[in-house]
């Protein structure tokens, strides 16, 4: 069954549902609910799902919310348990539904462990995130001005493309050496710290070489 519905909410990038379930909770659990959806038994316990899913991707595609969350606290925590919360509904539904239909109630619990999966690790994105750019801005500002380490929204936005206008990944961290002699001082640390280094110059190239 070839889904052509956007049913994920805030989903306005180029990637289809099918490819963002793919990525949030893998290929299986995509099979998995267009096996439902072809069943035709999704409802109220699939739009709550994909309200998951939804507020996850707004968030892993918009740089400025993960800086307001990452900032903080406790508007993440709440955001972190309004999702659970969403999950545990399903999981109430699906214990009512059970004992009518339980081989659909497993494919149903299939779905809800894979979506707390990506709860969970939406959930150390940031708390990894944080501690990565606290370990980022005290080794490369040894080497350059700490205004020269970006980590804000606008900076890696600036740079998520060149005139290809692929936009597939954001940048972690943007790098604005003063000279010359900065440049093998940030490129050690930087492999050092494990992140992967993307030369840049002004973007207007085609072939994709600045896109992360």
Known sequence: MTQR?????????????????????????????????SERVTG????????????????QRNPYLQDDLLANRDRRGALIEALRHRLDEVEKRREESGKVDPERS?????LIA???????????????????RKRVKHELARHTRKDNICFDGHARVSHV????DWRVEYPFVVLY????????PLVKSCIELGLTIIPRG?????TGGAVP
Do not use: C
């Open 177 to 184: 050496p003063d000279t010359e002699e900065e440049m093998a």
């Open 44 to 59: 109220r316990s699939a739009r709550m799902l994909y309200e998951v899913l939804g507020d996850v991707w707004v968030v």
């Open 106 to 110: 497993a494919k149903v619990a299939h």
């Open 114 to 132: 894979a979506a707390h999966g990506a709860v969970d690790r939406f959930k150390r994105f940031f708390e990894d995130t944080y501690d990565l």
């Open 5 to 37: 519905l956007r049913e994920i909410p805030y989903n306005y990038t180029s990637f289809s549902d099918r490819e963002i379930v793919i990525r949030l909770l893998g290929a299986d659990a995509w099979q998995t609910l267009d096996a439902l959806r």
């Open 202 to 206: 002004g973007g207007t190239g085609y």
């Open 161 to 164: 493309t060149d005139a290809t």
